[in-house]
């Protein structure tokens, strides 16, 4: 069973997290198309950034990587390493080694934008 819903995904980067009930642990996974090029670079962003924001991991790229003031320097730290592995972890190989040496993820970001976007892309 679970060697079929394995091979069934191949291609997509599973985000999972999970979520407390009052009695039952869920377990919810989250499908994004792994980022391949231009072709699906916008439907890439949008649901990347959900899954981002879903995981509380999205303000790195909603401050666009500036460091909010109530935030501790250890804590922005851990929020943009959680966003980077989930960038990481959405895009195709061949783009990982384009991105994998930025230092945060809105660089990322930046850098996937800049080499994927034409005129036909909106950032």
Not at 77 to 105: C, G, P, Q, W, Y
Request: glycine residues 4%; contains cysteine.
């Amino acid at each position: 069973m679970y060697y079929t819903l394995w091979k069934s995904l191949q291609g997509f980067s599973v985000c999972t997290y999970l979520q407390w009930l009052p009695v039952v642990k869920v377990a919810v996974l989250l499908y994004i198309k792994k980022l391949e090029g231009a072709h699906n670079y916008a439907i890439w962003k949008k649901q990347c950034y959900n899954v981002m924001l879903q995981k509380k991991q999205a303000k790195p790229i909603k401050t666009q990587g500036v460091k909010p003031e109530n935030m501790t320097a250890e804590e922005w730290e851990e929020v943009d390493e959680l966003a980077r592995s989930t960038i990481m972890l959405s895009v195709s190989d061949s783009l990982l080694f384009n991105i994998e040496n930025k230092d945060t993820a809105w660089g990322m970001v930046e850098q996937i934008g800049g080499s994927l976007c034409t005129a036909k892309c909106s950032k």
